[in-house]
């Protein structure tokens, strides 16, 4: 055993084993982003009903795991484990009290995947624009429903 090869294995001894890009995996609970399938803020998984598009990712990626995060109350996970439960998905609640993660919930492979988007995109409602059928701006429209011409 050479004199860098002892080295390395005090170091982990004393500081654990190394690990890639650290930040990284306590921003995803535990994961790389490469990995990840769908990630929910801690403020999406606080909220009342799991979202039915949610159950659709759960059941097209059954091989997948799903990490919860734990600074978050055990109440408002408990809806996730039982879809979890129900898909087959096998699941941890990871803890770190020196970091809080701004994503409540990561379902990630052990594999890279590289998915582009990993948030659940909200579909905005179409914006309504009013037209000026009279040729007329607006203001006086508003001035017409006061009763001033």
């Known amino acids: 055993m050479g004199k860098q090869n002892v080295d390395d294995y005090l170091q982990q001894g004393i500081h654990g084993p190394k690990e890639i890009k650290p930040a990284e995996r306590r921003r995803f609970l535990g994961t790389l ?5 769908v990630a929910l803020t801690q403020g999406e998984v ?13 059941n097209e990626n059954s091989k997948a795991h799903l990490y919860l995060n734990g600074n978050i109350p055990y109440s408002a996970l408990s809806k996730y484990i039982k879809a979890a439960e129900d898909q087959g998905i096998s699941y941890t609640i990871v803890t770190n009290k020196e970091y809080n993660s701004e994503y409540g919930l990561v379902l990630a492979y052990d594999h890279a995947i590289d998915k582009e ?18 040729g007329k701006g607006l203001f006086s429209k508003v001035k017409t429903l006061f009763g001033k011409k």
């Open 33 to 37: 982003r490469e990995r990840v399938v």
């Open 46 to 58: 606080m909220g009342k009903k799991v979202q039915p598009e949610l159950g659709r990712i759960f």
């Open 117 to 134: 988007e990993i948030t659940l995109v909200k579909r905005k409602r179409p914006v309504v624009q009013m037209k000026d059928t009279e």
